[in-house]
């Protein structure tokens, strides 16, 4: 039996949590919108919502769900799962690590043996892992990367044009880590394309529920349990939440890892997902982010639920 039958809630019990998370953390006021990527500087700091998706489908929410925003980071814990099923898991590793940095995720940085960057969930990883992404030209791989989205999702989506346009304009710390990853030959010669597709794949729009679909997707082996189709082959599901386990908070992943125990990924939108592996997906969105870049509510919010559901991995006193 699962720690979330073990533990007797009920469905209403489960929205009835979400709705006290969310009236006790609406007054939290701290942290400050992402600023560096001017588009997103506009946002209204107030929005909030929580999303859980069982992996039997149902769906709890509350707050400002159908709000849409920028999937920012949390795209590339998708993407990394294309790559894989591109590439495969060996070829993979030879371009992209799997150890955390605990640097900032857009630090100019390489592993100094092998020139790789370090994981698929800071900046240079993802650049490296997008610019491996098959298809003729920008416009197929931009295509199956939407393709990607919606068999998580379950519906089409879209790329917010004025975030793409302001992240292309304002992306030199990216630019610069795809061109020392050029200087090394650890990318292919086409980094405008590559770049372009990684602005791209951050700019396009969810919703809180959107993402607690994608991560209920993760949490039941790929396939997604409102549309029942597979989005990712179940054999790299391992790998996609292996990295977000120990890699995916920023350099708060090791604290994360500790006190929520769960895979999980940030946004420096503020959209947050958690995996609970067999049982359900998380989505909070909170665009107030703490100095790491992670939503200053969202982490709150995790943390909260993970302790109230018994959640976090290795917690064997509920089990
Ligand atoms: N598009 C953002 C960037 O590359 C993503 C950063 C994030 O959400 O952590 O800077």
New binding site residues.
């Given amino acids: 039996m699962s720690k979330l039958e073990n533990s007797e809630i009920l469905q209403p019990a489960l929205l009835d949590i979400l709705k006290e998370l969310h009236s006790q953390y609406k007054s939290l006021k701290e942290g400050v919108v992402?600023n560096?990527?001017p588009e997103l500087a506009k946002v209204n700091p107030d929005l909030f919502s929580i999303c859980i998706v069982t992996t039997d489908g149902q769906i709890y929410e509350v707050g400002d769900f159908q709000q849409l925003f920028?999937i920012?980071?949390?795209?590339?814990v998708f993407v990394y799962g294309q790559a894989l099923a591109d590439h495969g898991r060996d070829y993979l590793l030879t371009r992209v690590g799997v150890e955390p940095t605990g640097d900032a995720?857009?630090a100019i940085i390489l592993d100094e043996q092998s020139k790789r960057p370090y994981n698929p969930m800071v900046?240079a990883g993802?650049?490296a892992t997008t610019s491996l992404i098959k298809g003729k030209g920008a416009t197929e791989r931009l295509n199956r990367l939407l393709e990607m989205y919606r068999r998580y999702i379950g519906k089409d989506i879209f790329v917010d044009i004025s975030v793409f346009t302001s992240?292309r304009s304002t992306?030199h710390?990216?630019r610069a880590n795809a061109h020392l990853m050029l200087n090394f030959g650890m990318i292919d010669q086409n980094i405008e394309e590559s770049l372009d597709l990684?602005?791209q794949q951050?700019?396009v729009m969810v919703n809180c529920r959107d993402l607690a679909v994608m991560a209920a997707t993760l949490a039941n082996k790929g396939i997604n349990p409102i549309t029942q189709e597979q989005a990712v082959d179940t054999c790299y599901i391992k790998d996609i939440l292996s990295v977000m386990y120990t890699c995916g908070m920023?350099n708060f992943a090791g604290e994360w890892a500790y006190k929520v125990g769960i895979p999980a990924k940030?946004?420096?939108?503020g959209g947050i997902i958690a995996v609970v592996p067999g049982q359900m997906g998380i989505g909070v969105f909170s665009p107030l982010l703490d100095t790491r870049?992670n939503s200053v509510r969202g982490v709150k919010v995790c943390e909260e639920l993970s302790q109230r559901l018994g959640l976090h991995l290795f917690d064997c006193a509920l089990s």
């Fill in positions: 992402a560096y990527i920028t920012q980071s949390i795209s590339k995720f857009n900046n993802a650049i992240e992306g710390r990216n990684y602005f951050c700019s920023y940030s946004g420096v939108s870049g």
